[in-house]
Every structure is written in structure tokens, then in C-alpha cells.
């Protein structure tokens, strides 16, 4: 059965008596997350050398005999198969068509919707078939701060829309860099936007803000191909789109500072969390090219094309890139004045 979002959860509780567990999707993070629980759910520990037995690809003739014998300890056997794919479908099937007392947890990052494993699994009554996918804006917005909870710490407003939009949608590696980030600022601590910007580092880091650089600077080319390679490398439109907008925001902080009497190099080094001493040339180019009244404009748009994003259906990756090009080509038709 394919296992529906809802029930996800009270599942990997308690899988029952299913036999085969197939998780699938293109968060290879969660697929672990979720492979561990459910080991853990029924063997108790993932570490049970009695009760778990991990398969490699050489070892997939094992699975029937695995999972038709009882641990000397008692209790249910799990056979867990990382990285498994169509040549695992035979046992799979073999699995689910005999009464065996184990449970086969099969992880299968990347796996095509055609395939002959997931359509076993999720034909088969004793079977459950979980897809696992990179969280959108919403979901990764509730799973921070459900994981700050759980790591005793808080994050103000600014913070929250920063971590948002600056870390990818996989899930282990979003836990993992808000765990650096709790004992960043301690037990019961306050994450403010500095915080987050000296502690975390972004699964799309350099990239995601190459392109937003290369925008503001009016080189489409450049901010392209930047682009490309951070949507590739797990930002996300809304996330990208995020992180324009709070660029957009300190340029125009950064300009009103300049219009009450300081110079550019002033108002650039008082911006708090401060401008990457790197990127401070371009920062200070950008703040040439760009009037407060533009700035507000291409803020107002980004806000417009995030909000365009997150509605369902909406062509979220063609919505960022027409909005960092637009914003490109109008930053290079400004520096051509």
C-alpha cells in the first residue's frame, strides 16, 4: 500500500504487521531519518547486533533466509537494505507473499516511479510504500522551529526567515545545522539573525549568494549559472527568492544610512550581521547602481514572487529564476546609465 502523508507518523510508531517498508524520494536525509525510526520502533535499538541485520547489495540472497529466522533474544528481526533498487524486487516479493516474522526496511533514494520494487510494495497488502521529499517553505519553516524546541533554544522573527530561507530541504542536514546552532548560543538561548549568520552553514551557501550578488551587480550570466548550481545543490526557489529579498533589504538599509550623512564604506560597516569582508566590493558597487526608490521596487517584487511560489501548483523554480533575472538585467541596464 502506497502510506498516505497523514499516517507517516503513528507508522513509523508502530509499522504492525506489515512485512516490507519501501522509502522512496529524493530526500535521502529523511529516507535515513525515517528507516532509523522505524528499525528502532521494533527492534529497539538500531545497534541490536541480535535484532537488525544490514544487507548490502552483494548479500540481497540473504533477505528470505534473514527474515524467516527468530533472534535468540526474542522479539522481531528487521533486515534493513540501504541504496536498494529493482534487484531487490524478487526477495521483496518473496518477503511479501509468505508469512515470515521479520520486517524487510528497504531505503531507495532516487528510485524511479516505474519501478518494479515500488510497485510490489505498494500493491501488496502487507507492504507500505513511503515517499520521502524535500520539505516545501511551509514544512521547513514548522520542522526549525519544532527542532530549536527540541534543542531548548528560541529564535526571534528575523532569524526564523533567515534559517527559512538559507537551508536546504534535507532534512538531516537542516537537524544537523540547527544542533551546531543550539550549542552556538546555549541551553535556553536566543538565536538573533547574527547568530544564525556566524553559526550556520548553508547546504547552498556559496552559491545561493553568488547569485544573489551577481544580481544586484547586473551580471545575468553569472547569476545564471550561480543559479543553477544552488537549486542543484538543495536551495530552494522560495529559498533563493528569501535570500534576495534580505540582500535587497540591507542595500536599502545600507542606502538610507548613506542618505542621513554617512559615507558607502560607513553605512556598509555598520550593517549588522556585517557584509563578508569578500563581498564588500561588490556590496558597495551594488549600493552605487541601486536608488532607495529601486530598491523598494525590487523588494516589493520579490516579496510578490515568493508569495507566487507558495501557491499549489505554481511553477516554483520558472517564478526564482525569472525574478533573479529580472532583477539582474535591470541592475545591467542600470550600470550602463
Given at each position: ?9 503513528a ?7 506489515v ?5 522512496y524520494?529524493d530526500d535521502?536525509?529523511?529516507?535515513a531519518?525515517r528507516?532509523?525510526r522505524?528499525v528502532?520502533?521494533?527492534a529497539?535499538?538500531v545497534?541490536d547486533p ?14 528470505g ?24 524486487a524478487?526477495e ?5 507473499a ?43 519553516g ?12 528560541s529564535?526571534?522573527p ?8 538559507r ?11 540547527i544542533g551546531?546552532l ?27 549568494e553568488?547569485a544573489v ?19 542543484a ?6 529559498g ?26 560607513e553605512?556598509?560597516?555598520a550593517?549588522?550581521?556585517?557584509v ?41 523554480e520558472a517564478i ?11 541592475a ?6
Open positions: 500500500m502506497k502510506l498516505e502523508a497523514r499516517r507517516v507518523e507508522f513509523l510508531a508502530d509499522p504492525g504487521a512485512r516490507a517498508v519501501l522509502l524520494g535521502a536525509g529523511l529516507i531519518e528507516a532509523a522505524l528502532q520502533a521494533v529497539g535499538d545497534a541480535f535484532r537488525v541485520v544490514e544487507l548490502g547489495r552483494d548479500a540481497i540472497g540473504r533477505i533466509a534473514e527474515l524467516a529466522s527468530i533472534p535468540l533474544t526474542g522479539g522481531r528481526l528487521v533486515v534493513r537494505v540501504r541504496e536498494a533498487g529493482d534487484a531487490v524478487a521483496a516479493e518473496l518477503a511479501l509468505h508469512e515470515m516474522p521479520g520486517l524487510l526496511v528497504l531505503e531507495a533514494p532516487g528510485l524511479p516511479s516505474r519501478s518494479r520494487l515500488r510497485a510490489a510494495v505498494e500493491r501488496a497488502a502487507a507492504g507500505a510504500a513511503i515517499g520521502c521529499y524535500a520539505l516545501d517553505a511551509a514544512g521547513l514548522r520542522v526549525i522551529r519544532q527542532q530549536l524546541d527540541r534543542d531548548g533554544v529564535a526571534d528575523e532569524a526564523l526567515a533567515w534559517l527559512e530561507g537551508l536546504g530541504g534535507d532534512l538531516a542536514a537542516m537537524r544537523a545545522e551546531k543550539a550549542l552556538y548560543v546555549g541551553t535556553a538561548g536566543t538565536v538573533d539573525l547574527s547568530a544564525a549568520m556566524a553559526c550556520v552553514g548553508d547546504v547552498a551557501d556559496v552559491s545561493l553568488d550578488f551577481a544580481a544586484t551587480l547586473g551580471e545575468p550570466a553569472r547569476a545564471d549559472r550561480a543559479l543553477t548550481l544552488a537549486l545543490e538543495g536551495a530552494s526557489p522560495v533563493v527568492l528569501r535570500a534576495a529579498l534580505v540582500h535587497v533589504q540591507r542595500l536599502l538599509r545600507a542606502r538610507a544610512a548613506v542618505g542621513g550623512g554617512a559615507t558607502a564604506a553605512a556598509v560597516k550593517l549588522r550581521p556585517p563578508f569582508f569578500r563581498r564588500e566590493p561588490d556590496f558597495l558597487t551594488a549600493l552605487r547602481v541601486w536608488s532607495p526608490r529601486l530598491l523598494v521596487a525590487a523588494a516589493a517584487a520579490l516579496w510578490r514572487d515568493e508569495a507566487a511560489c507558495k501557491k499549489t501548483g505554481a511553477p516554483a526564482c529564476r525569472h525574478a533573479v533575472m529580472t532583477l539582474a538585467l535591470r545591467g541596464g542600470l550600470r550602463r546609465r
